[in-house]
């Protein structure tokens, strides 16, 4: 059981949908892309090291951040390459 606000829904709801090893390589890609994931929230990360919080309220707003085409829950499998997976 996850209690949400509405800050940390969209983030919550993406990575507790599908397989683990699709939500580890979201978060794996979110970090490759200068962002992470803390506290349910995106976060972008400069080279600096600062945090800036990106507003998220569905999932498919954390695909769009990300850069990556909506996947529907049932589909999230896998893990491997996401740019592929997600065509």
Not at 13 to 26: N, Q
Not at 27 to 48: C, K, P
Not at 62 to 68: E, K, M, N, Q, T
């Amino acid at each position: 059981l996850f209690i949400c606000s509405p800050q940390t829904w969209a983030v919550n709801l993406t990575i507790r949908t599908g397989s683990a090893s699709f939500s580890h390589s979201l978060m794996i890609w979110a970090r490759d892309h200068l962002m992470r994931v803390r506290g349910a929230q995106l976060w972008s990360v400069s080279h600096e090291g600062d945090e800036q919080l990106i507003k998220t309220v569905e999932e498919r707003d954390v695909f769009r951040v990300l850069g990556l085409q909506w996947v529907e829950p049932e589909k999230r499998f896998g893990g491997g390459d996401l740019k592929k997976e997600t065509r």
